[in-house]
């Protein structure tokens, strides 16, 4: 695996296994990956529905741990965290971005974006000026003051990136972003994703069951089964040939 531009290794993975209890037996929805995520680079996760594709971006982030295997960030195990040193890592160097938003109903576009900056310890004043900043990037100045049920799709999933990077994390992890948004509105967050992680300098990791959003990434991993798939003739993008491994 060729590092991009010569960039060093953000996320080791090492023969990573979860396995979930399902009544009298065991799920293996992952067994053996083994893979890095190099830094800067945009990464895309594909596959088709229970591959294991949001699983795993929930062991990247600190969300869940693996029954076998390591996930190292930098040179630290996160499988060696406690609890609350796992809870710091996720609030200091992860932004998270889900397909359903998450947003509190009762609070305002700022207040929900100042939420992971007052779970910091952060002042109500240094949160509330951090995020205005972080709205107006996504465009969404003017509506700072309206609660999430006055907000398009589109605009409560550009709260969600407002939210994802107000703490300026060095990651950002999206589990199908633009997968409840129309066309035309889906293509926009994906810009506004591109233009954001170039702009943060961001490592990002995108579940998405679009290939052409795909196909856009830097590099593609395809889950098939809970494994790593390669080298097979219908794993290449019709439009640009890039293999989905």
Known sequence: MTPPNGQATLFRVENLTKIFRSGTSDLVVLEGLSFQVERGERLALVGESGAGKSTLLHLLGGLDRPTSGTIYYK???LSG????????FRNQ???FVWQIHYLLPEFTALENVMMPLLIRGKSHTEAASASRARLEEVGLGA????RAGELSGGEQQRVVLARALVGNPSVLLADEPTGNLDFRTGEMIFDLLSSLHRSHQLTSILVTHNLSFAARCDRVLRLEGGNLVSGLPD?????????YL
């Open 235 to 243: 794993t290449m993008h019709p439009d640009t040939g890039k293999e």
């Open 75 to 77: 040179s630290k195990d």
């Open 93 to 95: 160097e992860i932004g």
């Open 81 to 88: 965290l406690g609890d609350p040193e796992l809870a710091d």
């Open 143 to 146: 509506r700072a003051g309206h």
